[in-house]
């Protein structure tokens, strides 16, 4: 929620609500949430949706840009990519379908630097360059999502270090100091504690409860499961003045939980009744995605994020230009971020720390 919160500091009175709110996806009252860092899955949501519809526009741009270039990779991905699925659908040998989808994959090499460069082509236009900059910070929390839902260790570190500088920029200060110190305390854990590293490694840093793929969380918000198993009716309503109730109350919660756990377990009633299919991946979810993403693309054609002429930073739902001072300090954002958590961790934490780390 601290990432979604700096997002939302970052992406502040640029636009991005009056889109989620004139496409008719979300109500005025829930985008400003969003922008805080609240209600998490329809932040998350809102942003995927965003980051889809912006991602489509912006390969729409690359392949007109690629037709004035006389380029063609666009189109040989989507040839390539066809011929991989028409292959599957007819049931070819293994060979031929290594040999296409071989095929398609050098093709993305190539769209890969061509794609670059159609960004820097652009780096003069501070608009595109501020949303394709959004682009990267929605990417960046998909990706630490993807790190918890799969158990990828790995992958987990290099998200959370990459969010760290624009939750350093944005005075998150519980992050920014103790975010560091764990930062550091993993990238060490192979020589500080092997065992442990190796049961990390092995996707055991996140727990599930049901069997299935990408459903799997981090142990604090698994314990609120726990937490809401061994709630009452009404829970410390009424007794948290009543300090021998409220004792009662916490030291038989764990008691609780484990009954009703055993009663679940009784009647072959698992994960209290909750399906094991993603909600993502349900038809109506789905459908429903998609709808929304095609109204933002309507709006987000008439706002034009990347078609602007001027090399301004304009927010696209008023056509306000910022000024060129504060434009360059939005853009360079994760570079001050870094510059700023290296001061903190050399002051601090260093060899040569002068500082306390709480100061």
Known sequence: MNYLGAIGDHLADCGLTDVWI???VFNECT???????????????GHKLMYEALQRLLLEKFSVWQEECEESTYDK???????????????????YINDA?????????????EFERFVQSHSDNSTFMFWKQYIDL?????????????????????AFQKMLPLMVLYDHVNYTRWGTVYLI????????????YHEFQAGNFVVKETEGRFNQVSTDMALEH??????????????????????????????????????????????????????????????????????????????NPFGRDRDDLICISTNDVLPSDAAAELLSA??????LLTQFVEKRLGENASMSLHD
């Not at 985008?31 to 949501?45: D, H, L, P, T, Y």
């Not at 630490?144 to 790995?154: C, K, L």
């Open 77 to 95: 991905i989507t040839a390539d990519a066809r011929q991989v699925a028409k292959a599957f659908e007819q049931g070819k040998e293994s060979a």
């Open 334 to 339: 994760n570079q001050r971020g870094s510059q």
């Open 185 to 196: 305390d993993m990238m060490q854990l192979e020589e500080t504690s092997p065992e442990v």
């Open 31 to 45: 985008a400003e949430k969003m922008m805080k860092g609240k209600s998490w899955n329809r932040a998350v949501r």
């Open 226 to 303: 726990i937490n809401r198993m061994c709630k009452s009716a009404g829970g410390l309503v009424g007794i948290t003045q009543t300090k021998t109730a409220l004792d009662r109350w916490m030291l038989t919660c764990c008691d609780r939980a484990q009954l009703v756990e055993d009663a679940c377990e009784l009647v072959n009633y698992t994960s209290l009744g909750k399906s094991q299919t993603q909600k993502e991946m349900s038809d109506s979810r789905m459908s429903r995605d998609e709808a929304d993403v095609c109204k933002i693309m309507d709006k987000l054609r008439d706002f």
């Open 101 to 113: 989808f071989n095929q398609l994959m050098k093709q993305m090499g190539n769209f890969t630097v």
């Open 138 to 158: 929605v990417e960046t929390l998909l990706l630490f999502i993807r790190a918890e839902r799969e158990g990828i260790w790995e992958l987990h570190l290099a």
């Open 22 to 24: 004139e496409s008719g």
